[in-house]
């Protein structure tokens, strides 16, 4: 890439961010007014020099020596109203573009496929809803009120400056190739910069909230040191990438300034040539000295704000990057309101890499309208995977699955999905009150009775009602003020309240001990009566009524039937069970 190609790519990322600005137009509009004013005041105080100097102290006007002190107030009065709505203007248009933002971030995150949370860390993820979007902030208001503000008052300036003399004014523009040229090349390395910079942020965050996630774990295998030394390396990362970019800002500002002194010094230097001396007054002289020395304030600025304008860019970049993520394929026309529950896998084949070969082989089965269908075998036997498809967080490329004979392809996901309740392995609860996590996802308002009726069902209802604040306690970050068995107990009565006519249980039971299972177990089969079940067991005693047991080895169907069949057959679940059997005893 060259520096061009990047140079046209910051204008365009520049561009897309502002048209997020352009629903506030009117507000900008006054903003620049305010911005005009400001500058105006401040080529104001150097014009206030020339008659100081000139009749105030050559010819000592005693009008004109009472009329600058409330020149000079009034000039500071009109400067801090047009200051205010200057700053109050632009944060308000800035905040409304950043709620937008992660308004439209947060959304995306809501619709993006399975595959994409597989190759992203939720740190890096956070890092840019956080981190990269203040970035954006301070690009949209610090970046666009030194650019615009300073660059209004450095052209009021050199008009002043030019109508004093324009002799002496064409020598300050000898500096400006020189600077132009600094600020170009600092702006690509800060932009450059500010990439690593926001990356380093997300694998802090992402470290980080993997030792919050994680503590028991830390604390457990006595990880501390081994952890400390991760973040200290991440960190250290992070830091190295910020003092560049401080490096490279100190380094520019003092060049910019020196810069900037050559050229003043030349013109002091000029000015009070004697040929000069008799050509201006004393009042230009000072005038034009101050206007000058007024145009450095606002020069350094410009080539401060280089830094936040460019990070601004970057994490631009960041965030519309995920914004054109392809959201989950959802181009289905078929609606189906509710699904009687027959579901068919015909030679279905998956992989998640094409180069890592097939997660599952050809597989087919059926599974009739309210039956129970249990899914058995080693760990990476593709069972999870299986019925992960059927919800499509996968989409199947070889085979079809069907739902009462319709390809799951042709519906739209919001039909297909509600009519599927899932109960995985690894719960997930939500940090909220125990009533709003069972009917979580349910449209209009439930019955605090039918919400106790689903927990009664699970079995929750015992532990619930004896907490202090019973269904409005709340559960802590992902359920951690509850136990594993009451986690797992919410979950199934949130699939009982949403009452689909498909069943997911994926290794539903796997928390509780066995008093708890052997209820769970009787509520369970009562449910499964009236819906069709795909049940992933790792205890072969909770599937021994299934009607239909499929055996699952490397992705493929090795044997199915009944418990008893399958015994029967004495292969390979006959061989799990004696397994299992023998770990028990």
Known sequence: MTDNDVEISAVQLYKRLLSYAKPYWRAFVAVVLAMIVYAGTETGVAMVMKPLMDQGFVERDPDIIQLIPLAIIGLFLVRGLADFFTTYGLGWIARNVIKTLREQMFNKLLVLPAPFYDHSTSGQLMSKLVYDVEQVASAATDAVLTIIRDSLTIIGLLIWMFYL??????????????????????????????????????????????????????????????????????????????????????????????????????????????????????????????????????????????????????????????????????????????????????????????????????????????????????????????????????NVRDGQILIDDIDINELKLADLRRQISLVNQQVVLFNDSIANNIRYGLPGEISEQTIIDAAKSAHAWDFIQRLPEGLQTQVGENGVLLSGGQRQRLAIARALLRDSPILILDEATSALDTEAERHIQAALEHLMQQRTTLVIAHRLSTIEKADLIVVMHNGEIMETGTHSELLAKGSHYAELHRLQFQEQA
């Not at 020598?171 to 910079?197: E, M």
């Not at 001396?277 to 005038?287: W, Y």
């Not at 007024?294 to 995920?322: C, D, H, Y």
Request: charged share 20%; no cysteine; net charge positive.
């Open 165 to 394: 003399s324009g002799f002496l004014s064409l020598l300050i523009f000898f500096t400006v190739p020189f600077i132009a040229l600094l600020v170009y090349y600092v702006s690509i390395r800060f932009r450059r910069i500010s990439k690593h910079i926001q990356n380093s942020m997300g694998d802090v965050s992402h470290v980080s909230g993997e030792i919050i996630e994680g503590h028991r774990e830390v604390k457990t295998f006595g990880g501390q040191a081994y952890e400390s030394k991760r973040f200290d390396r991440v960190n250290q990362g992070n830091r190295r990438q910020q003092m560049k970019k401080i490096a490279t800002d100190a380094v520019s500002q003092p060049l910019t300034a020196l810069i900037a002194a050559v050229g003043m010094a030349l013109v002091i230097y000029i000015a009070t040539l004697p040929q000069m001396l008799d050509k201006i007054t004393v009042g230009d002289f000072i005038s034009f000295i101050t206007a000058m020395m007024m145009l450095l304030t606002p020069m350094k600025r410009l080539t401060k704000v280089n830094a936040k304008l460019q990070a601004g860019i970057a994490a631009a970049e960041s965030i519309f990057k995920l914004l054109d993520e392809r959201p989950e394929v959802d181009d289905g026309q078929r609606r189906l309101e509710r699904a009687e529950g027959r579901i068919e896998y015909r030679d279905v084949s998956f992989s998640y890499n094409e180069n890592k070969g097939r997660v599952l082989s050809h597989i087919n089965f059926i599974a009739k309208p309210g039956q129970t269908i249990a899914f058995v075998g080693h760990s990476g036997s593709g069972k999870t995977t299986l019925v992960s498809l059927l919800a499509r967080f996968y």
